[in-house]
Nanobody, 131 residues
Framework: QVQLVESGGGSVQAGESLRLSCVVSGGSFRNYALGWFRQVPGKGRNERDF????????????YYADAVKGRFAISRDNAKNTVYLQMNNLKPEDTAIYYCAADYRRDPLVVVTTSREYNYWGQGTQVTVSS
């Protein structure tokens, strides 16, 4: 059974930073495509917005939503079965519940950016940014 547990959320002022972590247990972490999504109040699970994604190739190709490009960075540590989301220069519009997601991919080059393609999800961690 694959389980994902996020941590690192909190309340910060605009311009500050947070680092989210997501520990993945079960399955083969090094063969997972990984992603971060966020959900704001009033939107359902199927309306989670893509934030960032990373594949499992040796070069760890990444992809970001335009809204976070240049401010957020996704990374993975295969030795710790953990994916991170470093969030810098946070803005009030970044306020949301952040979810990590994982899915097995045979092709190491695949970067998955759509929520419906992920089979495994964490429980979410709240990030609140005040102005």
């Amino acid at each position: 059974q694959v389980q994902l547990v996020e941590s690192g959320g909190g309340s910060v002022q605009a311009g500050e930073s947070l680092r989210l972590s997501c520990v993945v247990s079960g399955g083969s972490f090094r063969n997972y495509a990984l992603g971060w999504f966020r959900q704001v109040p009033g939107k359902g699970r199927n309306e989670r917005d893509f934030v960032a994604a990373i594949n499992w190739s040796g070069t760890s190709t990444t992809y970001y939503a335009d809204a976070v490009k240049g401010r957020f960075a996704i990374s993975r540590d295969n030795a710790k079965n953990t994916v991170y989301l470093q969030m810098n220069n946070l803005k009030p519009e970044d306020t949301a519940i952040y979810y990590c997601a994982a899915d097995y991919r045979r092709d190491p080059l695949v970067v998955v950016t759509t929520s419906r393609e992920y089979n495994y999800w964490g429980q979410g961690t709240q990030v609140t940014v005040s102005s």
